[in-house]
């Protein structure tokens, strides 16, 4: 059932007059409004502005730490250009470290979404392959003195 304004018995006219607005000269209906413009404007300027300060407040790591089926295989020195192998029963990934960034560069998964992830190089940022149960953890750099007292 609709919900109708009803005063004092009548139908309200300006919830129609509102009904009848959503619609444009040619009988069209109006999927955009002013207001849902501004809402999206403002849901981009907000995830925009998530986006910058995570990357400015974020530091950049120095090492990476490699997890195999949720055990530390390996700590990655990230400031040394280096190319790492990782093999399991589960299959292979490549790891590539260039210029302090850190990437999966090949893998032999179905998805390889692994090697879609790119660069790597904020620390808390992760690198992952599912299939393999790989899990590349940044860590260190820029350590913040933070005391709570």
């Known amino acids: 059932m609709m919900d109708m304004d009803i005063e004092d ?10 009904i009848a607005q959503e619609t444009d000269m040619a009988g069209r ?5 002013k207001r849902d413009i501004i809402l999206c404007i403002v849901l981009i300027a907000v995830g925009i ?8 407040v974020l530091p950049a790591g120095n090492t990476a730490d490699v997890y195999i089926d949720g055990k530390l295989v390996q700590t990655i020195d990230m400031t040394v250009d ?8 589960r299959g292979s990934n490549t790891v590539a470290v ?10 032999d998964c179905p998805d390889k979404v692994c090697v879609d992830m790119g660069w790597k190089s904020r620390r808390g940022e992760t690198l992952t392959c599912l299939p393999h149960k790989l899990v590349i953890e940044i860590q260190g750099g820029g350590e913040r003195d933070i005391d709570v007292q």
Do not use: P
């Open 82 to 89: 280096d190319a790492y192998e990782f093999s399991t029963d």
């Open 9 to 18: 018995g009548n139908i309200n006219t300006e919830h129609a007059q509102k």
């Open 29 to 33: 209906t109006v999927w955009l409004r």
């Open 49 to 56: 502005t998530c986006w910058l300060v995570m990357w400015f």
């Open 98 to 107: 260039e210029s302090g960034k850190i990437r999966v560069s090949d893998a």
